[in-house]
């Protein structure tokens, strides 16, 4: 399995595995229940029957986390648990976290203060053999669960270990449309994490599906 993504049958889990899958890559859709994996990739199969090019399996997220690459697609209150409790099959890998620590009030989102910054460092600090980066979290679900989206963006990558950049970068240049660009430490997590806020502020005000696209890089 080249990505195993824990909590991979939410919304944001679905559309990064298939478009992994459609570029060729093979992808196990993680769950706490196996059978629930295993009917979200039947679904997903079932709408998009000859664009998979790889392959996509329903496994449990322990499964998941024994992926080459792994990447974490829980909501951020679950998250450092979760990762915790699989912190053997995560050892000495590169787990790439896109959760957002955020709260809808009325017609905003905001940021929720993490009480380690961000999601990414929680996950750092829970699992210090692993090598934590952060991408993703701007990326519209439903617009990466249309393969005929047209979807271009620039997607940010932070990481402490310089392997952990690259491989998170090498990964999101698989996918047709979005760009990585280098962010920084993982310290840039936190603003990341935060602004994520901002851009589904936007699409709610403006009844828009934007994606984050810098000029001048
Ligand atoms: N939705 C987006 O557009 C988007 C875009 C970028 C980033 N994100 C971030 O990506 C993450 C996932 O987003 P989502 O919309 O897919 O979320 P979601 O649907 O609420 O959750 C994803 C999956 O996580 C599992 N899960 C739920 N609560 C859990 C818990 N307490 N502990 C462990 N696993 C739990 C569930 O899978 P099982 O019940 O099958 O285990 C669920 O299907 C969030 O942190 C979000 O901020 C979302």
Known sequence: MDVGIIGGTGPAGRGLGLRLAAAGM???IGSRDPARAASVVG???AAWPDRIEGELAGVGNAEAAGGALVVLATPWEGAARTASELADP???KVLVSMAN???REGREMLALVHPRGSVAAALQAALPRTKVAAAFHHLPAREMQDLDSGLIADVLVCADDPEATAETMSLVERIEGLRPLDAGSLG???AVEAFTAVCITLNIRYR???TLKLAGI
Do not use: D, P
Request: hydrophobic fraction near 55%; glycine fraction near 12%; charged fraction near 10%.
């Open 188 to 190: 840039q997590a936190a």
């Open 90 to 92: 995560l050892e000495g």
């Open 208 to 210: 828009a599906h934007s």
């Open 101 to 103: 620590a955020l709260v």
């Open 43 to 45: 679904e997903i199969a």
């Open 26 to 28: 093979s992808v196990g």
